[in-house]
């Protein structure tokens, strides 16, 4: 019923704009003039609104870089990451400039030249030294943006420190695991035929490499200032391991093993203390809180974390497969995986197996 | 719509390459002429009324996921009604339903607005009209290539009536999630009608695209040498080269994911785990799929833009009352571009562990490819300066076109840098940037050109008030939804989400995205006037007379009918480029291109 209404009310909206517009266009025939036809006072009307558009936009513009830009992510938590963010903005500052310039000579242009009578056209076809121009300096600018940028991919992407630490981040529909590779450093062997309920990640038995290595679910630790070198694998669709406080990413591929590594330079006690931290950590919690307090519940307060996130649509929780990052200082962190046993610890192996089960 | 055909005028007009014409059209019945027709300019509107539908669809499936992301949670009439019990139970939809929409959403608008769509109306309308030919080298496979393309429209909209659901793993359909019926639901039947609809419409694609390559270069008419060929025609034929190289790597990709579907291969699967239990297949590669995806994926990027570009060239340059600036240039970077798009794949896969030299070559490529497109952006500028501007319509959306193809290109150049892709691959930055730059242009363009060769598709005028507020409407309308999402992209907020609600670090973007759908609302409403005019117009709008944007290109010497065989005489011979507008010591701002060059004339922007 309710649908037939809708459909009414649209099909009578319609008939109704359209003798409103069989009315107008009588009208302007009725006077002599063609509706179809642009008049020079079309053009001028046209015209300011171009001009007009180019100061709203720009008024527009910096309105979301006031408005917005707080919210962006906090300083770089990593060292690579600083390097990142200084490369970013540096290409923006270019970017910005040839977005400035352009769209101000197009609706200045859009504004200036509007048809009207007696005006001297200039025939203008090519001008051979103005297309080198626009040809060379762009080249140019692109070569430095090149430049810079590859310089920092390959730093980026070079191989890990070789006495940097090893972990495995595994990924299957919709959480994370990590495996640290115990004293020897080395990950053991993994199999996807030796998954069970309680061997998670298919760990195999036999491999000595292994025999130290732990799971940890749910959160993973890393030191602050030591290389880490993440590896990833994938249970089952291709996901991605986004750390954005890190700016670092990578696929994690079923059938085959991706690596990425970068050094955590600030603790997340410390994150927690940055000012900037702080003034989004508050504006979030007075969001929640009144969210909360609207629906009439109650609401833990929300503190900084870092976090490790699915980038790559991988089902229909994908919106939802998280993992705690925690930077600690190296004492910390040391105390911390010392209250993690090993995977395939001797007894009391079968409670730990236990506890990643139930957790699954 | 009236249809004075000239049926008796057209006969003595045939050529011999179109004389089985002559045998049936006598017998015309309404089912050849409007439905099986094999005539450009129909086969051109039907290409367009379907595509508008087919938008119109995509656009309020877009809404509905807005509305979720804005409001997670709350219940919206609208939704229910759009959607129904099933699926918008309750007035809200579910993470699967959002997928679904995001997905076919994407590859409607992708494919079949912006690629069957725009080239397939524009493409058909004027390659034969602009070159002077009777009609396409083959207008049975040009009826063929409609055919194909509405079944293949269908068959993707069938999706939603199924019990499991459309496609929805996204429009790129990565496998293994889209291989495996486990992974998710929109992976059981909705994946195998998206693989069917996806075939056919590759085949439609591939028999416009011979069609159209062979059309340009056999049936121009005497004195249409390629540099006097208009620059819609140029992109048009690069266009079609590109989809025809491009969309059988597609077809190929498809293929083997149906046989890894259907047929127990592993060309994309290898050790997985899934559903309790470990599969079977090894060996294969996932990594394998994308690189077959983006080997087409990449160039059809280009097949949505040059169109657009082409159309824009044409329109700035009548408007502006000026010769397009450097035509020549404008010829040598869509080459340039046609060529560098193949080369440029990899930028998509940067984050797959792609090894980092190779992931140099595509930084270089890619930023090669900014180059073409920056002497476009600039020529279009400097087309307009000191000229003498008309405000139809259409020009409006060509300038709008150009201040989103920069500001849309210059986002690219970030995301090509794979250093900063590293941050931003998969985020909202990179929805903001392709939007601008591959989607609102486009979708500018497209306008653009209905706006105005509406009098060569309908014969008539559309109302321009309407199409000013049209204009203004959606062009702020499109900076207001996707300027934002840079933002959201850069606090880390990655694409694909059903909500941002999961993370508290994203609460405080929440009202973003509120502002960014009230904006999405607001071009819904525009494109409902658009909508209205469209059809209207069609039917109603005042007469349009021979030329009326004065123009100096072909298809304005034919008659206001829909002339079978589009010149009631003889084909029209040409003696100069399209571009002779306001030429000095002429005695109108216009010269068509069927004015024989005066003595000592220069052609081609000499004078
Ligand atoms: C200056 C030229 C351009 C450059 C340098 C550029 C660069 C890029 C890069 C590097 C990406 C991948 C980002 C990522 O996934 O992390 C991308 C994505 C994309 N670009 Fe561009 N682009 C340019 C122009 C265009 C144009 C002209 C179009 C279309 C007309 C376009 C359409 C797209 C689309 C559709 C995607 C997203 C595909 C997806 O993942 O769903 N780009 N662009
Ligand atoms: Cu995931
Ligand atoms: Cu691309």
Redesign the pocket.
């Given at each position: 019923m309710i649908k037939f209404l809708v459909y009414v009310a649209i099909i009578l909206g319609a008939l109704a704009i359209g003798y409103l517009v069989r009315v107008f266009e009588l009208a302007s025939s009725l006077k002599g003039t063609k509706p179809e036809v642009i008049t020079e006072k079309d053009n001028k009307l046209q015209a300011r609104l171009m001009l007009f558009f180019l100061f709203a936009f720009f008024a527009y513009v910096i309105w979301n870089l006031v408005e917005f830009a707080p919210r962006m992510l906090p300083v770089s938590a990593s060292e690579h990451g600083v390097e990142i963010d200084w490369l970013f903005n540096f290409n923006m500052a270019i970017l910005f400039f040839v977005f400035t310039i352009t769209h101000i000579i197009l609706f200045y242009f859009a504004f200036k030249y509007y048809g009207r009578k007696g005006i001297q056209v200039t025939y203008l076809a090519h001008d051979n030294k103005l297309e080198m121009i626009w040809t060379i300096i762009p080249a140019i600018v692109l070569a430095i943006i090149i430049i810079f940028g590859l310089k920092s991919w390959n730093k980026i992407t070079s191989d890990a420190d070789p006495n940097s630490m090893i972990v495995e981040v595994y990924a299957q529909q919709y959480n994370w695991t990590a495996r640290y590779a115990g004293a020897d450093n080395k990950l053991g062997d993994a199999n996807y035929r030796l998954i069970t309920a309680t061997n998670d990640l298919g760990m195999d038995e036999k491999s000595a490499e292994g025999k130290d290595d732990i799971i940890v679910k749910n959160e993973i630790h890393i030191p602050v200032g030591k290389e880490v070198e993440f590896k990833f694998r994938s249970r089952d669709v291709i996901h991605s391991a986004y750390f954005p406080h890190f700016r670092a990413q990578m696929n994690c591929v079923p059938g085959m093993t991706t690596m990425f590594h970068f050094t955590p330079t600030i603790t997340t006690a410390e994150m927690r203390k940055d000012p900037y931290v702080i003034q989004q950590v508050k504006e979030i919690n007075a969001i929640r809180q009144a969210a909360a307090k609207k629906e009439g519940r109650t609401e833990k307060p929300y503190e900084f974390n870092y976090i490790l996130l699915c980038n790559k649509i991988c089902g229909k929780s994908h919106y939802d497969m998280q993992m705690r990052v925690v930077v600690d200082t190296e004492a910390d962190y040391k105390k911390w995986l010392a209250t993690k046993p090993a995977f395939f610890a001797a007894p009391p192996a079968d409670a730990t197996k236990k506890e990643v089960a139930e957790i699954k | 719509m009236s249809d004075n055909h000239g049926h008796h005028e057209s006969h003595h007009g045939h050529d011999s390459h179109d004389h089985h014409h002559d045998e049936h059209h006598h017998q015309e019945s309404f089912v050849t002429k409007y439905i099986f027709s094999m005539d450009h300019k129909t086969i051109s509107r039907q290409f367009l009324i379907t595509a508008v539908i087919m938008a119109f669809l995509a656009m309020l499936m877009s809404f509905i996921f807005r509305l979720q992301l804005a409001w997670p949670g709350e219940e919206f009439a609208i939704i229910n009604f759009l959607l129904g019990d099933k699926m918008g139970k309750d007035g809200m939809i579910n993470p699967e339903t959002y997928m679904a929409l995001v997905t076919i959403h994407g590859t409607v608008m992708v494919f079949m607005v912006l690629t069957g769509g725009l080239s397939g109306t524009f493409s058909n309308l004027l390659i034969p009209y602009q070159i002077g030919a009777r009609d396409m080298a083959s207008g049975f496979l040009n009826m063929l290539s409609y055919w194909f393309f509405f079944l293949s429209s269908v068959i993707m909209m069938w999706g939603f009536f199924i019990e499991s659901g459309p496609a929805s793993g996204g429009?790129?359909v990565y496998p293994p999630l889209s291989a495996l019926p486990q992974a998710m639901d929109g992976s059981k039947m909705g994946m195998t009608l998206w693989l069917v609809s996806m075939s056919l419409f590759i085949i439609s694609a591939l028999l416009a695209g011979l069609n159209y390559i062979v059309t340009v270069i056999q049936l121009r008419t005497k004195g249409m040498t390629m540099t006097r060929l208009p620059l819609t025609v140029w992109a048009f034929f690069v266009t079609a080269i590109l989809g025809v190289l491009s969309f059988p790597v597609l077809f190929s990709c498809a293929l083997l994911l149906i046989f890894d579907r259907s047929f127990g291969t592993s060309f994309y699967l290898s050790d997985i785990y899934i559903g309790g239990q470990a599969l079977e297949q090894t060996g294969g590669s996932p990594i394998l799929y994308e690189h077959l995806f983006w080997f087409l994926?990449h160039p059809e990027?280009?097949i949505?833009?040059l169109p657009a570009l082409g159309l824009t060239s044409e329109i700035i340059s009548v408007n502006s009352r000026k010769p397009i600036f450097g035509y020549r240039a404008m010829i040598g970077s869509i080459l340039a571009i046609g060529f560098l798009s193949f080369i440029v794949w990899g930028?998509?896969m940067?984050m797959t562990g792609m090894n980092p030299f190779l992931g140099s070559v595509f930084v270089f490529t890619?930023?090669l490819?900014?180059i073409p497109?920056a002497v476009k952006a600039f020529n279009y500028i400097t087309t307009l300066w000191k000229g003498n501007i008309r405000y139809t319509p259409a020009m409006l959306f060509a300038i709008g076109l150009v201040s989103t193809?920069i500001s849309?290109?210059l986002t690219?150049?970030i995301?090509?840098d794979s250093a900063l892709?590293i941050n931003?691959?998969?985020t909202q930055f990179?929805t903001a940037?392709?939007h601008i730059?591959?989607g609102v242009?486009?979708i500018l363009g497209m306008c653009a050109g209905v706006y105005h060769w509406f009098p060569k598709l309908f014969l008539r005028h559309m109302n321009k008030t309407l199409g000013y507020i049209h204009f203004w409407g959606t062009f702020i309308a499109a900076y207001g939804v996707f300027f934002p999402m840079h933002f959201l992209g850069l606090a880390g907020v990655p694409r694909r989400y059903y909500s941002n609600s999961a993370f508290p670090m994203f609460d405080n973007l929440i009202d973003i995205n509120i502002f960014i759908t009230s904006f999405a609302a607001l071009a819904a409403a525009v494109q409902l006037i658009f909508l209205f005019n469209f059809f209207y117009s069609m039917f109603r709008g005042p007469k349009s007379e021979q030329n009326p944007w004065n123009s100096n290109t072909l298809e304005w010497t034919t008659p206001m009918a829909n002339t079978h065989g589009n010149w009631p005489g003889a084909l029209p011979v040409v003696h100069r480029w399209p571009y002779d507008y306001s030429k000095p010591g002429k005695d109108q701002d216009f010269v068509p291109q069927t004015v024989p060059l005066a003595e000592g004339e220069v052609d081609g922007g000499g004078h």
């Open positions: - | 429009w790129t994926g990027v280009y949505i833009i930028h998509h940067f890619t930023l490819i900014a497109s193809f849309g290109g690219g150049i995301l090509a892709d931003i691959h998969d990179v940037h392709f730059v591959m242009s486009a």
